[in-house]
Antibody, heavy 119, light 109 residues
């Protein structure tokens, strides 16, 4: 059974750094892409980017390139999303999700990680 | 970047009625690479439809998708109480980003 288990909620101050995680199980982590989706409070879904853990090939949405870093550690089947300097506007729930093996729709989702940035 | 526009923003229905949701793309989506997701409050999205018209595993047959090119729709026949949620379309054809529409909320009349 495919499972994506995300790290817990975070409360941070503006300017702080953060790295959240998504641990995958039930499939071959290095054979599929894995991605991140943002949902700001009361708003819709935004596609952030995807990474192929085998070679760390990463594709970002232009809206997020340079704002976040997506990475993966294939030794522990875990993907990451990180910020070097958080802003209040980064307050959102972040979902990791696995694109289907043959196409790029997301067939499995993590439970979401709520990130709150407030002074 | 392909922009997806969903309509209506909110659809108010009674249980048992039919829901028709629209998703229009700013440019042609090749090979009908269009998916639909359902998101209930406090939950992660759930895949309903991929390839514009193929139901995902375990999705009831009251959900159906259709369309091609730039115009797509999701139909829910005989809406059940658990179907009141927000629905998103997503295009995944071509290079990233694989954008989402802004969502349609189906609520109880």
């Amino acid at each position: 059974e495919v499972q994506l288990v995300q790290s817990g909620a975070e409360v941070k101050k503006p300017g702080e750094s953060l790295k959240i995680s998504c641990k995958a199980s039930g499939y071959s982590f290095t054979d599929d892409w894995i991605g991140w989706v943002r949902q700001m409070p009361g708003k819709g879904l935004e596609w952030m980017g995807i990474i192929f853990p085998r070679d760390s090939d990463t594709r970002y949405s232009p809206s997020f390139e340079g704002q976040v870093t997506i990475s993966a550690d294939k030794s522990i089947n875990t993907a990451y999303l990180q910020w070097s300097s958080l802003r209040a506007s980064d307050t959102a729930t972040y979902f990791c999700a696995r694109p289907n093996a043959y196409d790029y729709y997301f067939d499995f989702w993590g439970q979401g990680t709520l990130v709150t940035v407030s002074s | 970047e392909i922009v997806l526009t969903q309509s209506p923003g909110t659809l108010s229905l009674s249980p048992g009625e039919r829901a028709t949701l629209s998703c229009r793309a700013s440019q042609n989506i090749k090979s009908s690479f269009l998916a639909w997701y359902q998101q209930r409050p406090g939950q992660a999205p759930r895949l309903l439809i991929y390839g514009a018209s193929s139901r995902a595993t375990g999705i009831p047959d009251r959900f159906s998708g259709s369309g091609s090119g730039t115009d797509f729709s999701l139909t829910i026949n005989r809406v059940e109480p658990e179907d009141f949620a927000v629905y998103y379309c997503q295009q995944y054809g071509g290079s990233p980003p694989h954008t989402f529409g802004q969502g349609t909320k189906v609520d109880i009349k």
